[in-house]
């Protein structure tokens, strides 16, 4: 397997195990009871744990491609960042402000902290994927 590759895939499992970390600790402390406040009557009687795994495995691979960039040397910490915050703002943009065109009775509330918590979470996890992966490949000599 190609040095590229190997990166690659030590970065995804990184950034997966941060953003499952983080995320689990944001639904358990503020998504779940927003929700249910706010939205109770859209929520389903149990999650879709399908579509939950299907969300995380291909959401990591888009915090990897605008935010990690694990092999794009030439990217700084700070532009990782912010195309993290990009992509994170775009895409739970996506979901709140949708919802707030089409459901009826969807609080401003959740999409504006929806929003703000895709930029939150996608910038969190690329700082703390990108700044663990430098500090372990350069022990291990690994080039960057």
């Given at each position: 397997?190609?040095?590229?590759?190997?990166?690659?895939?030590?970065?995804?499992?990184?950034?997966?195990?941060?953003?499952?970390?983080?995320?689990?600790?944001?639904?358990?402390?503020?998504?779940?009871?927003?929700?249910?406040s706010q939205i109770g009557d859209?929520?389903?009687?149990?999650?879709?744990?399908?579509?939950?795994?299907?969300?995380?495995?291909?959401?990591?691979?888009?915090?990897?491609?605008?935010?990690?960039?694990p092999n794009d040397p030439d990217a700084t910490l700070r532009q990782r960042v912010a195309g993290a915050a990009i992509f994170g703002f775009f895409t739970y943009a996506t979901w709140a402000l949708t919802g707030l065109a089409v459901l009826k009775g969807f609080p401003p509330v959740v999409a504006v902290t929806d929003i703000a918590w895709g930029v939150a979470v996608c910038s969190a996890v690329t700082w703390l994927t990108a700044t663990l992966l430098r500090r372990t490949l350069a022990r291990s000599g690994t080039p960057e």
């Open positions: 397997m190609s040095i590229p590759v190997k990166r690659w895939l030590l970065s995804y499992a990184v950034a997966a195990v941060i953003f499952a970390a983080i995320d689990v600790v944001w639904i358990v402390t503020v998504a779940n009871n927003q929700y249910k859209l929520l389903a009687p149990s999650t879709n744990m399908a579509g939950a795994v299907v969300f995380y495995v291909v959401y990591v691979v888009g915090i990897l491609h605008y935010g990690v960039r």
